[in-house]
């Protein structure tokens, strides 16, 4: 067995700003957590986690930014977790990912995620 970590942080306002470009929620964000993040009192916090969330994903299987962003949804809550589908899926059994975990944070002004996957010998 071997664990890969992954991180991941950002300035919110970075996310505010791509949140005002045509386009950015679709491509990067599934409706589930569209819906979820649009129903927080401060949205750009909550897709600023998730988006951090993937990138740590990434890293930690990886693969980088070699995954559609939709291919990795940030599921949740209570707590976060993830589901694979697509390219990142099909990488993630070529790997022989066993167990994904994902940890998601926010203040005001940044936003920070770690994720750490299992795989097997």
Known sequence: ???RIGTDLIEIERIVRALERPGFRDRCFT??????????RNPAES????FCGKEAVGKALGCGVRFTWKDIE????????V???GKTKAFAERVRMQEIDVSLTHSHTM???????????
């Open 74 to 81: 940030i599921v949740g809550p209570p707590k976060p977790g």
């Open 83 to 85: 589901t694979l589908t």
């Open 111 to 121: 936003a920070g995620a770690a994720c750490v996957v299992r795989l097997e010998a």
């Open 31 to 40: 409706p589930a957590e569209q819906e979820y993040c649009e129903t927080r």
């Open 1 to 3: 067995m071997s664990v």
């Open 47 to 50: 897709y600023a986690a998730r």
